[in-house]
Nanobody, 126 residues
Framework: VQLQAFGGGLVQAGGSLRLSCAAS????????MGWFRQAPGKEREFVAT????????YYADSVKGRFTISRDNAKNTVYLQMNSLKPEDTAVYCC????????????????????WGQGTQLTVSS
């Protein structure tokens, strides 16, 4: 199984960016997908999760209303659209896959995820 996140970069505060995560080696639609981030010197933080069908999503309070997670099961890809970016959003963002279905705070815990990809760096300048 491989998960590859890409699309990061340098953005000014207030700007937007979309991250993508391409998956291979698994039946993508059968996995809950999540985005996590880790800033320098901080612990890994949950960002968002989406059910296998894409019909249900769950967000961290810190990004709710600004970020949107979506997926395209035909392309084995999950996305994270990030709007109204803030300097505190600066982090390495990575995607992960969890067995099961649905979304809730249950999938906000990293230990629920069985596969992890390498991250992509987002830097938001003030």
């Amino acid at each position: 199984v491989q998960l590859q996140a890409f699309g990061g970069g340098l953005v000014q505060a207030g700007g937007s960016l979309r991250l993508s995560c391409a998956a291979s080696g698994l039946t993508f639609s059968r996995y809950v997908m999540g985005w996590f981030r880790q800033a320098p010197g901080k612990e890994r933080e949950f960002v968002a999760t989406i059910s296998g069908s894409g019909g249900s999503t769950y967000y961290a309070d810190s990004v709710k209303g600004r970020f949107t997670i979506s997926r395209d099961n035909a392309k084995n890809t999950v996305y994270l659209q990030m709007n109204s970016l803030k300097p505190e959003d600066t982090a390495v963002y990575c995607c992960a896959a969890a067995n099961g279905d649905g979304t809730s705070s249950y999938y906000s815990t990293g230990s629920r995820y069985v596969y992890w990809g390498q991250g992509t760096q987002l830097t938001v300048s003030s």
